[in-house]
């Protein structure tokens, strides 16, 4: 008799993948292999492994990611400065591309035959996960049981789950769906599908609502190497803890809370809510140290990348020529990317309050307001004469009445 086939899933425990496992051996014939990534969302994995196990998986690898996740997804999209329509710091976006490549390494090591996930059909992340598959790896098979099964609810998931005897980590009276990892916590569904309603302090996990924050503000310095953050308040850390540290001193003051409306890739809009502290606090100092170390056409050619580059994460773009290719512009403007900024908390803002750099572009003798002997003003008249001449020869030719 031969082995059956093999099929890896990204499992985490929660409500769609507790159910995947028994519905994968019920309706396919093959040996599930459970893949649960640890990115920093604060669970103890040992809890899931066995209820893996308890729910027909024949084996299940539990996988440390933290470190790669921060170094070679978060790290390079902060230093991109990409943010999706202006507020989603991409905290889902860019752990799924690497949760799927660690899928796909361990399909290979199993020699299965397909890949799983629990991405329902009106997400983002059904793309994500399957985008990244396909780049690494394009003779596996791909299941997605939302895009398959008769459930078409949570509350459907829900009761596929109780029938069965799994517990599942919600319930039909608190539906939010929600994605921690070491950067976010996103919160989706329930009540916050309508967006006339307001999120309540209990949907906070990791954040002070601003108005709970403390009433004295709190100084945060941070020191960058090439667009990489390495120090605060002047103790080097590793990435990982420097991220943690960093998410407890902006999430006592209420830092990096986002309600946003955001198009998804799919084409509906949807509500989230977002708990991004550290990652808030980065992108903040990150900014303000360009602002002094990069020239202007430089600068404001990568506000433009950013905007792409975001664009590329939030799509499952992870793994194509165009995000490497921004990804090499980005690290060739960081060479210059060095030095500290200071940064004063308070009530959920960010606000400048200090910087320096070696490379830095701002000359005090040139930007003074006082007497300086660098700069004759005087030789802003022929450059004004120049810059505006397009300007001053359309207002000669309307004068002669032959504007277009």
Known sequence: MSEKQKVVLAYSGGLDTSIIIPWLKENFDYEVIAMAADVGQGEELEPV???????????????????????DFVFP???????????????????????????????????AVAVAHGATGKGNDQVRFELTVKA?????KIIAPWRMWDI????????????????????KEHPYSMDRNLWHLSHEGGDLEDPRNEPGDHLY???????????????????????IPVKVNNKEYDSVELIQILNEIGAKHGIGIADMIENRLVGMKSRGVYETPGGTILYNAHAILESLTLDRATFQYKQQVAIKYAELVYDGKWYT???EALAAFVDSTQRSVTGWVKLKLYKGNCIPAGVDSPYSLYDMELATFGQDDVYNQKDA???IN???????VQALLREKGKDA
Do not use: M, Q
């Open 321 to 323: 020529p165009l995000r």
């Open 381 to 383: 008249e022929g450059f």
């Open 49 to 71: 492994k066995e209820k893996a196990i308890k729910s027909g998986a024949g084996k299940i690898y539990i996988e440390d990611l933290k470190k790669e996740f921060v170094e």
């Open 136 to 140: 690494l790896n394009p003779h596996l």
């Open 77 to 111: 999209v902060l230093k991109a400065g990409a943010v999706y329509e202006g507020k989603y710091l991409l905290g889902t976006s860019f752990a799924r591309p690497v949760i799927a490549k660690r899928l796909v390494e361990i399909a290979e090591k199993e020699g």
């Open 205 to 227: 996990l990791i954040c002070n609502p601003p108005h709970k924050a403390p009433d004295e503000a709190e100084y945060v310095e941070i020191y960058f190497e090439k667009g």
């Open 152 to 171: 078409k609810s949570r509350e459907d998931a829900i009761d596929y789950a109780l029938a069965r005897n799994i517990p599942v980590p919600v319930t």
């Open 386 to 392: 120049l810059f505006g001449l397009p300007l001053k």
